[in-house]
């Protein structure tokens, strides 16, 4: 009994964290899944896929509803992350996972790192990159495309590369947050169908699971129109920022010691 209610707390805390800075807590879902729970691989990662569905989409509308998803670039950076989604996951069990985990625990940290400077050289407004120039399509094309490969390698939402490939393009804090749950609900229901056949969906977990994820997606998102949303200058935020930053550092630090 006491397992099942760290379920729920934690699918509540993940779906605040999910509206709140854009990730898709893929990797925590995984982990409780198989720790607490003794479910195998395959079936905690298409549970955990089952379960972020539903929670980035109640994200991503509520964020469309304050004007903080960028369609544009989240479409290109979607039809490529599904695309290598599909690729990662054809590939996942032919590649050791020693390799594969430093090499994601490489790239998180050095889009991080790049994600950092583009914070510290600030542009003078913010700007749609994507439809301004034809090095911003390909750009966004190759964020969503390694985005879409991490999630087919290691069985998460991949939205770590997403968010700093959204910083990196210039997006303000609550685009990258509401572009990347967005992109991150395309992207799970893609790497969901894809592994269908690699792992069965553990219906009661999935279902406890995003439930208290919603509930907490929709208490965040309460929370962030009365704190954040109610400012209607600025869609930048620092707090936000170091955040995210600090989040996608530990995870890639994680996976180069996994």
């Known amino acids: 009994m006491l397992k099942f209610f ?6 509540f805390f ?51 509803k304050n004007s903080n998803v960028n369609y544009k670039m989240g479409w290109i950076m979607l039809a490529w992350g599904a695309l290598g989604s599909i690729i990662g996951s054809l590939f996942s069990g032919k590649i050791p996972a020693d390799s594969y985990n430093k090499l994601i625990g490489i790239v998180i940290i050095l889009l ?5 400077i583009r914070k510290l050289v600030p542009t003078k407004k913010e700007k749609d990159v994507v439809s301004k120039n034809k090095k911003g399509f390909v750009q966004a ?41 967005f992109i991150l609900a395309g992207i799970s229901l893609v790497g969901l169908a894809v592994r269908a ?10 279902v406890l699971l995003a439930i208290s994820a919603i509930v907490g997606a929709l208490v965040g998102s309460f929370v962030l129109s009365k704190v954040i949303f109610k400012n209607k200058g600025s869609k930048n935020n620092k707090s936000i920022d170091l955040i995210i930053i600090i989040g996608n550092l530990a995870m890639g630090i994680a996976q180069l010691f996994k």
């Open 197 to 206: 056949g690699v792992g069965t969906v553990d219906c009661q977990l999935a």
């Open 141 to 181: 094309s190759i964020f969503g495309l390694i985005g879409g490969l991490l999630s087919g390698l290691v069985g998460t939402s991949g939205t770590t590369a997403i968010i700093a490939g959204l910083t990196i393009l210039g997006c303000s804090t609550m685009q990258v947050v509401g572009t990347s749950v």
């Open 14 to 64: 993940m779906g605040m964290m999910t509206v709140a800075f854009g990730g898709g807590a893929g990797s925590v879902y995984v982990s409780i899944l198989t720790i607490f729970f003794n479910v195998s691989p395959a079936i905690a990662t298409s549970t955990s896929l089952a379960t972020m569905f539903p929670t980035a989409a109640v994200s991503a509308f509520s964020h469309a």
């Open 6 to 11: 760290i379920l729920i707390i934690v699918g």
């Open 112 to 116: 991080t790192v790049m994600m950092i």
